[in-house]
């Protein structure tokens, strides 16, 4: 496949102006939710919003727009929908508090950790595929359950098939995040020795 033409630094490209129009969306499912209280129609565009995650990073591979830029965007922009999406599902009360609780608090502290290691000076390393999994569950049974706490004729449905999905998930995360810590931990040291060497 040829590729699409892209400017020098990789920033303007298709799959980054995708993960923008992602992120500039997210303001929109906040307004929904707690401001318009449409639990059913946010809960949709949360859903959209999650599932779309892949679309940026099939392109890039596909089209040959894969950017440093882009590397760092993407997860940015993933993690401010997971946080600020369940955050928001959480003030609201749609889903309970416990589950959102659990999902916020690893967040928080792997990002924390991975803030702390690349201020040590940590080597980036690849996500593992078990958390692009654990992603994908959450993403999916956050809107799922957030359904099926509204009016929707699909709520009852969508409330099982989001328990079967997050908890799992939500089990899966925790894994991972325990997971991460030598790998940090690990890169740290590569990352120290690299720096040595120059």
């Not at 899966?172 to 040595?196: A, D, K, T």
Request: hydrophobic fraction near 55%.
């Amino acid at each position: 496949m040829g590729e699409i033409e892209t400017d020098p630094k990789g920033v303007v490209t298709l799959p980054n102006l995708i993960t923008l129009i992602r992120f500039l969306t997210l303001p929109v499912f906040v307004v929904m939710l707690l401001v318009n209280e449409q639990r059913a129609g946010a809960a949709l565009l949360l859903g959209v919003l999650g599932m779309t995650d892949w679309v940026d990073g099939w392109i890039a591979r596909r089209f040959n727009q894969t950017s440093q830029f882009g590397m760092v965007f993407d997860p940015f922009v993933d993690r401010a929908l997971f946080v600020v999406g369940t955050g928001s599902v959480l003030i609201d009360g749609g889903v309970p508090l416990w589950f959102c609780s659990l999902i916020l608090f690893r967040e928080v502290f792997v990002g924390l950790m991975m803030l702390l290691g690349t201020m040590f000076g940590m080597k980036r390393f690849a996500v593992s595929i078990w958390g692009k999994r654990y992603t994908f569950l959450l993403m999916t049974s956050v809107p799922l359950l957030l359904l099926g706490s509204s009016s929707h004729v699909t709520a009852e449905a969508a409330t099982l098939l989001g328990w079967t999905l997050g908890l799992p998930g939500i089990v899966m995360s925790y894994f991972v995040g325990i997971r991460y810590i030598p790998v940090v931990l690990h890169n740290v040291r590569l990352g120290r020795v690299e720096r040595g060497l120059r």
